[in-house]
């Protein structure tokens, strides 16, 4: 009996170590109301989906989710890395850590596959932003990538050496291995009307105009600091996934 709490309490705090975005993480609220989390991992490399769920919810013989009460998509943008495009928990449910934890999940099935998480490209609530700043400021337990804005040619039809020089008018790298859209970040942290457009390539004639808040340092500052303009992997992510699956808490299908 003695050995068992042990052990019980030693994946409890590798859970807590790995996975703290909240003071704690309802793991023991997962087995004491017979709560599981199930992975739809058919097709990792271009969806996944984690759903949270009663125990009697979920056919193992046959890999099927009848019901649920929370769920995340994860779907591939390229360049090895996913990005969650929904994420959603009843309402009855909310406010007790299962958003973290489905995250946490998420992002430990993510590095299972070498692949890299990031939050949607689009558009991104208040609550899940919370969570990458929280990863952000996590280097010990997250592997942090930051990311770079997508060139002009790209994005804004810019054509060689007229509006455009590749060697000048990019924004953090000239390498495009990590370029990705960034409209997330811009509709939730970025503060346009403090960016100045003095800099001389943002002019017309020089630089596509809509990009001239590229050469303010405010702005670079501001994208620097989003946990939304990086890409993340766990670094313990099998142990992870391993203690949970070691409860009967996590399933794959």
Known sequence: MKLKKIVRQTIRNLIMENASILDTLPVSNLQRNKFIIVADMQAPQSEIGVYLCN???Y????????DYFGKMNISNIGKRTMQVTGS???SRYRRKGFGALLYNVALALCTSQNLWLMSDREQVTSQADRIWDTWKSMPDVYVIDQTDHKQPDETHYATLYDDYDPDVDFFLTKTRD????QASFEDNHAKFSSYSDDDPRAQWGDMVKDWWYFFDDDYKEDFLES???KRYMMKDAANFIKALESQDLLYKI
């Open 55 to 57: 125990v009697e919810d």
């Open 59 to 66: 056919d193992e013989e046959f890999g099927e989710v009848t």
């Open 88 to 90: 959603g928990i009843s």
């Open 178 to 181: 990590d370029d990705f859209n």
């Open 227 to 229: 946990g939304l303009t």
